[in-house]
């Protein structure tokens, strides 16, 4: 279990990761999902030792990171921009890796059997693929045989059957009793993998639980597009109503469709699109996350 306690870090006056205090259970594959810049890498990072908190702490059973025997016999881990020395082969690299993670060499070898790199052991990382990296990455995060594992955009620039590849992967690993958090900044990308989310915007947790859950809370959303934007806003605004950005238009919670059009019309706005949705789950993602740039 990876207990998160008041987790938080500053860098100068940018509040990155605020007070996170949630429960990352065994036996599941849990989302961290939020937009670019919302906290996840430096969450991950905390986590791991590599930066110190402002506050808070992050624990496996009970201890740090750092008060870990062998850190890698307990956590299998992947950041984003891992670099592999290019002129090293995948089996070198994972050579590298087995006296600090205090297995015998011969489970290098087994594990990128495990992960389809069998093939590729002895060819330089360097004119790996993508694909090949994703399963390098994994592979190291797996050598120590840890029960929890915690990766960075697994499937980043993985193609469809790569991604296919992976959940089965992360399925069958949680089925094994690990815990294993993988982030990502879509929703789409963990919604057939994780069995629970744990969302964050600007470095708050905005919503933490399963995902059937988000998905059945989800409030009644009407999908909004008008050639008049601003004065939709403004009526909106008026109204009460809470608006979302949409990638087409608005998407507006509280007042019916009906409503919605009655109360256009009588503002002179027209509607191009008016429209109960049932993609739910990601306009509540939307809707959660609402108005974080990439870049603050
Ligand atoms: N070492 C640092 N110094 C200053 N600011 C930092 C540092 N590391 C991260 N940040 C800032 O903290 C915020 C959160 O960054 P982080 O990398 O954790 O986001 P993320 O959720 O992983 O985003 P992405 O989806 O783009 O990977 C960003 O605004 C980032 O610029
Ligand atoms: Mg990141």
Redesign the pocket.
């Known amino acids: 279990m990876l207990e998160l306690r008041g987790l938080t870090k500053r ?1 100068g006056r ?1 509040t ?1 990761v605020d007070d996170l205090t949630i429960d990352i259970s065994p036996g599941r594959v849990t989302g961290f999902l ?10 991950l990072r905390m986590a791991l030792g590599l930066v110190k908190p402002t506050a808070g702490t992050a624990t496996f059973d009970g201890k740090t990171y750092r008060q870990l025997a062998i850190p890698m016999r307990q956590v299998g881990a992947s950041l ?1 921009a891992t670099s592999f020395h290019p002129g090293r082969t995948a089996l070198n690299h994972l050579l590298t890796l087995a006296p600090p993670a205090r297995v015998p060499d011969s489970r290098c070898m087994q594990v990128l059997e495990f992960v389809g790199l069998g093939p590729g052991a002895k060819r330089r990382v360097g004119q790996f693929s993508l694909g090949m990296r994703a399963r390098l990455s994994l592979a190291s995060a797996l050598l120590g045989d840890p029960p929890t594992l915690l990766l960075d ?1 697994p499937v980043n620039g993985l193609d469809p059957e790569g991604i296919a590849w992976m959940r089965r992967m992360l399925r069958a690993l949680a089925a094994e009793g690990r815990t294993v958090l993988i ?1 990502s ?1 879509l929703l789409s990308e963990v919604y057939q993998t994780a069995d629970d989310v744990v969302i ?1 915007s600007r470095g708050r947790a905005v919503y933490t639980g399963s995902l059937v859950d988000l998905e059945s809370s989800g409030q009644r959303v009407t999908v909004v597009s008008t050639p008049d934007p601003p004065a939709f806003a403004r009526l909106a605004a008026r109204l009460g109503w809470q608006l979302a950005g949409h990638p087409e238009g608005y998407a507006v919670s509280g007042p019916t469709a009906a409503e919605i059009g009655d109360a256009a019309a009588g503002a002179g706005i027209v509607l191009h699109q008016l429209a109960t949705r049932s993609d739910s789950l990601e306009t509540a993602f939307l809707a959660l996350t609402e108005g974080q740039g990439s870049i ?1």
Not at 34 to 43: D, I, S, V
């Open positions: 860098f940018l990155a939020g937009p670019n810049g919302a906290g996840k890498t430096t969450t984003e955009e982030s900044h964050l603050r």
